[in-house]
């Protein structure tokens, strides 16, 4: 892994990945806690999460395609510029005690350049890295990804209870700044660019029919993926109604990509596929029954903690999925079909997203949790069941056995 680091391309895009998240991660808290003191309402935490999920469902992925259009270098540039000024509008409007509704359009606007940014840094990626680079690359972004979540929720709690909302919505502008630093020092060799295809409907379709273990894979994803969000992106709501002082809630948030990255290091990825499917859902399954009784106790603070630290484990989940599926896919229309799936998965976590906040408004963050929770392990066991039911159907036709060279894997954190 250490000629991927030996690349000044990869170390820039690394860098720039973890500058840009943490940042990010940091100000959706401020922003959350901006509308939740304003409003009142759980329910308008959620449309937080929701603008920032929503552009993968279209918009954003049209603004993506340009990419292949532009010199790539100078469209990320653009895109991290782009997002550090509306973020810099967004503290001066929160400074001036502006409407929410002037906020949200600020999110809103700054969620539409996000598909753009993280297609084309994986397209990047490809373009700098060399065969060799490429596979150790992909599991350095993996990991930069879920390590950036966890310190930006955290910092992003400490941030908000030292130098304020305002503040720390600047801090975000800043970190985009230094990322479009970063990657404008990338030089891309000319012949290094890779034809890019669409997304196409009946190829996704097509495969998943041929391939049942991949299905149940993307669909037992897609269900926890939906409690999963629900509960993760509560974390302001239910943090202060068993009494936690806001920098704790940073680290209570931070607890669900803390634990989903130490469990991608413990997936036994050698086992088979059904196999290994079966058993990472089944130990999802009890992870969420635990933290449902984690949640019950409201008394005890500290389980608040162990709770969301249970709800990384189906995260976790997630890639032991990414890896059957890497292995299954075929070569032909690999690319339309992620990207397809991709849109299925993020339409699965707009869901989570905005179901949190209505239940925790009507029967409290409390019961939003626990009822989530139990949902979710109700999905992992029968993912689990019938995973293991389908063990001896054998691989699609020409799959590949290596989930690292598919970089657009909708399971890829």
Known sequence: MKEALANPAIRRILAAAAASQIGDWAARLAVAFVVLDETGLASGVSVVGVLYFLPWLGPGQVLASFGDRVPRVRLLVGSELTRAGLYAAIALAASAAAPVWILLIGVALVAVIDPVWEANRSALLVDVASDDEYAPAQKFVTSVNQASTLVGWALGGVLVATIGTGGTLWFNAGSFVLSAVLIGGIAVPRDSERPHRSGSLRAAMGF??????????????????????????????????????????????????????????????RRPDAILLS???GVSAVALVGAAVAFSFRSVPILAFVGYAAVGVPFAASTAANIVVGRRLPSSDRASVFVVVQTAIFSALSIGAIIGGPISDVAGSVFANISLAMVGAVICGIGAIVTFSNENLAPSEGAVGNLTKNPNSPFHD
């Open 208 to 269: 998943l029919r041929s391939d049942r273990i991949s299905l149940i894979a993307i669909v037992t994803t897609m269900g926890l993926t939906i409690p999963g969000m629900g509960i993760e992106t509560q974390a302001p709501v239910f943090g202060r109604a068993v009494g936690l002082p806001d920098h704790w809630i940073g680290v209570l948030a931070a607890m669900v990509p803390a634990v989903t990255l130490l469990g991608v290091l413990l997936i036994p990825h």
């Open 279 to 281: 058993v990472s859902f």
